[in-house]
């Protein structure tokens, strides 16, 4: 499976931007799927997830009720819905993919990821 994140950008605070991340390559069934970010100098970071086919989202504190995960009606493209973008929001952000029916938090759970994107929120 081959995961291709794009619709980064730069934003200012209090916008919104819509991540895409399309799937290809393989069966896309039974994979979870999520979005984590990594800002310069931190860690790769949670920051949503969604299972299959798409019945249950999880969000990190940081996000919650700011953002919002989903999926195409075909499962293979996964959005992240983002909405008053802070500017420690700023990060390059990575779609993730993952075998199984739970929506798990650690990078070293998914076996598949993308490229990133970056996302750039100014104050």
């Known amino acids: 499976v081959q995961l291709q994140a794009s619709g980064g950008g730069l934003v200012q605070a209090g916008g919104s931007l819509r991540l895409s991340c399309a799937a290809s390559g393989g069966t896309f069934s039974s994979v979870v799927m999520g979005w984590f970010r990594q800002a310069p100098g931190k860690e790769r970071e949670f920051v949503s997830g969604?299972?299959?086919?798409?019945?249950?989202?999880y969000y990190a504190d940081s996000v919650k009720g700011r953002f919002t995960i989903s999926r195409s009606n075909n499962q293979y493209t996964v959005y992240l819905q983002m909405n008053s973008l802070k500017p420690e929001d700023t990060a390059v952000y990575y779609c993730?993919?993952?075998?199984?029916?739970?929506?798990?938090?650690?990078?070293?759970?998914?076996?598949?990821w993308g490229q990133g994107t970056l996302v750039t929120v100014s104050s």
């Open positions: 969604i299972n299959w086919p798409g019945g249950s989202a």
């Open positions: 993730a993919g993952r075998r199984g029916s739970s929506v798990l938090s650690r990078t070293q759970n998914y076996d598949y």
